[in-house]
T-cell receptor, first 114, second 113 residues
Framework: GESVGLHLPTLSVQEGDNSIINCAYSNSASDYFIWYKQESGKGPQFIIDIRSNMDKRQGQRVTVLLNKTVKHLSLQIAATQPGDSAVYFCAENPYGGSQGNLIFGKGTKLSVKP | EAGVTQFPSHSVIEKGQTVTLRCDPISGHDNLYWYRRVMGKEIKFLLHFVKESKQDESGMPNNRFLAERTGGTYSTLKVQPAELEDSGVYFC???????????FGSGTRLTVV
C-alpha cells in the first residue's frame, strides 16, 4: 500500500550543529505535507507544513524541503538545541486540501548531545 | 486558548473489559480526529468528525470501536470488548474549518492485559 516512511529511525547530533531528518513518500497525488514534533508524554506538535506547489519553506530555525521528483521530504533544524530532542514525524495528505486524514511515517528520534 | 484535552491519560484494563476515552477539542473547532499509535508502528488515522457527523471512519479497525460526538463538542471513543492488540496511544486532534494543521492532545495510553 502507499505509505510514508523515514530513512533513519534515530539521529544523534551535537548541540549547535544542524540536523536533517528525511522522509520518503510514495503517493504522488499527495499535495500537502506536515512535520510534527513529539516530546515524551505529549501529543504531536505542528512544526511546519508545505504544499506540493512549493519546494522549500522556512520557519524559525526550521526549513522543510520537498523534492517531488524523488518523492522526498526533509526537515532541517538549524543550531540544534537540547530542547529539540524529540521524535519527529512526517505526514502527508493524499486526499487533497489541508483537511482530512493524514498518513504518518514511523518517526525519527532526534537526540541532542550537550 | 485551552488545548485539546484527553482523559484519562493512562488506562490499564483487562482483556474483555470496556474502556471509554474522551476528547475535548479546542472550543469552536468543528473538525475532530482520532488517531492511534500501536507500539513501534506509525500513527494511524481512525476517524474524522465534522461537528457531530462522521465524515470519514475508514480507519476504524472493527466494530468493537464506537466513536460519538454528541452535540458537536466533545467526543468519546469506546472499545468494547477490549483485546490485547488494542493497546497503544490514542490521540485526538482538532482543527477549525479549512485552517491548516491540527492541534493534537497529549493522548491516552491504553494498556490491555
Amino acid at each position: 500500500g502507499e505509505s510514508v516512511g523515514l530513512h533513519l529511525p534515530t539521529l544523534s547530533v551535537q548541540e549547535g550543529d544542524n540536523s536533517i531528518i528525511n522522509c520518503a513518500y510514495s503517493n504522488s497525488a499527495s499535495d500537502y505535507f506536515i512535520w510534527y514534533k513529539q516530546e515524551s508524554g505529549k501529543g504531536p506538535q505542528f512544526i511546519i507544513d508545505i504544499r506540493s506547489n512549493m519546494d522549500k519553506r522556512q520557519g524559525q530555525r526550521v526549513t522543510v524541503l520537498l523534492n517531488k521528483t524523488v518523492k522526498h521530504l526533509s526537515l532541517q533544524i538549524a543550531a540544534t538545541q537540547p530542547g529539540d530532542s524529540a521524535v519527529y514525524f512526517c505526514a502527508e495528505n493524499p486526499y487533497g486540501g489541508s483537511q482530512g486524514n493524514l498518513i504518518f511515517g514511523k518517526g525519527t528520534k532526534l537526540s541532542v548531545k550537550p | 486558548e485551552a488545548g485539546v484535552t484527553q482523559f484519562p491519560s493512562h488506562s490499564v484494563i483487562e482483556k474483555g473489559q470496556t474502556v471509554t476515552l474522551r476528547c475535548d477539542p479546542i472550543s469552536g473547532h468543528d473538525n475532530l480526529y482520532w488517531y492511534r499509535r500501536v507500539m513501534g508502528k506509525e500513527i494511524k488515522f481512525l476517524l474524522h468528525f465534522v461537528k457531530e457527523s462522521k465524515q470519514d471512519e475508514s480507519g476504524m479497525p472493527n466494530n468493537r470501536f464506537l466513536a460519538e460526538r454528541t452535540g458537536g463538542t466533545y467526543s468519546t471513543l469506546k472499545v468494547q470488548p477490549a483485546e490485547l492488540e488494542d493497546s497503544g496511544v490514542y490521540f485526538c486532534a482538532s482543527s477549525l474549518g479549512d485552517r491548516i494543521g491540527y492541534t493534537f492532545g497529549s493522548g491516552t495510553r491504553l494498556t490491555v492485559v
